[in-house]
């Protein structure tokens, strides 16, 4: 497959704003930020987060919707109470929650080409079901310590993506190519990817799921870590997908490996989860 006018010119783009780590990414909201200040303030306690949440109707939205999931509700009373969902949820699901809502507010496509707007629409769905998958699957292992934060690294493993479509806006001869636009986002998204989270000051350990998901053969020695249950989550959700035919066994995948999960295994996995990831998915997703 030769390589269009189009593509070439949007892959020295890429590379030099790779190069450069100057990518012309909007800042996160203003709630996202005061948010994250507080939480990383030690005196932080759940009335000065909750005051924050609720000057925003929209984030006060979401938190309620992730408060009353099926996943973590409890007992049939319904959660309305702004303080009560932040105490329900903890710092780490409301961090969760509020770059979930912030990576939708700075990748917003509202006013993008209609192309755009349909590869984005994908790749947020398949990140809050990859998220939410991880997050049941680390709930599973008992040398992960912060489910929660396994469920971050989900939701963002494929934020290169998100950018490389928006730039992708300027450059509407791409989306008349869509094979090489596929492989444009497959080359590109994980490096794009960790550069921004790196950019954004995310923990290294996030950065390095992000990079390396698309690792198959990565086989880091001991057991389980954050990056080989993303790379699991996101395999899985590819397989439902994709052709099975164009999908690895899952058995031979290391971190599906160390995980004890072939193809069996994580159907049963989601069958027994089902509810709860839907729930999770639906919160996340707004």
């Not at 469920?151 to 300027?170: E, P, S």
Request: charged share 25%; glycine share 6%; proline share 6%.
């Amino acid at each position: 497959m030769s390589t269009s006018p189009a593509t070439f010119a949007f892959v020295q783009t890429l590379a030099q704003e790779l190069s450069h780590q100057n990518f012309d990414i909007p800042p996160f909201p203003d709630v996202a930020i005061r948010i994250r200040d507080a939480m990383s303030n030690p005196d932080a306690t759940i009335d000065s987060v909750a005051r924050i949440v609720v000057a925003d109707p929209v984030l006060a939205s979401r938190l309620l919707r992730m408060a009353n999931s099926a996943l973590l509700k409890r007992g049939t009373i319904e959660i309305t109470d702004i303080k009560v969902a932040v105490s329900r949820l903890g710092f780490d699901l409301v961090r969760n929650t509020v770059v979930s809502l912030a990576m939708d507010t700075t990748f917003d496509t509202r006013h993008a080409d209609a192309g755009v707007r349909e590869y984005v629409t994908a790749v947020r769905k398949h990140s809050t079901h990859v998220g939410a998958l991880a997050y049941i699957l680390a709930k599973r292992q008992d040398d992960i310590d912060n489910p929660e934060e396994v469920m971050l690294a989900g939701l963002l493993h494929d934020i290169g993506k998100f950018y490389i479509l928006n730039r992708a806006n300027d450059f509407p001869d791409l989306f008349g190519e869509p094979e090489q636009l596929h492989e444009l986002l497959k080359t590109w998204h994980t490096g794009v990817g960790r550069a921004i989270i790196e950019s954004w000051g995310f923990p290294p350990h996030i950065a390095e799921a992000v990079d390396d998901h698309e690792s198959l053969g990565r086989n880091i020695p001991g057991s389980a870590d954050m990056t080989d249950l993303v790379l699991a989550a996101n395999l899985f959700v590819n397989l439902h997908e994709h052709p099975p035919e164009q999908m690895p066994d899952l058995a031979a995948i290391p971190a599906c490996r160390k995980l004890r999960i072939d193809h069996l295994a994580m159907e049963g996995i989601l069958q027994e989860s089902e509810e709860e990831i839907r729930s999770l998915e639906q919160a996340l997703g707004g």
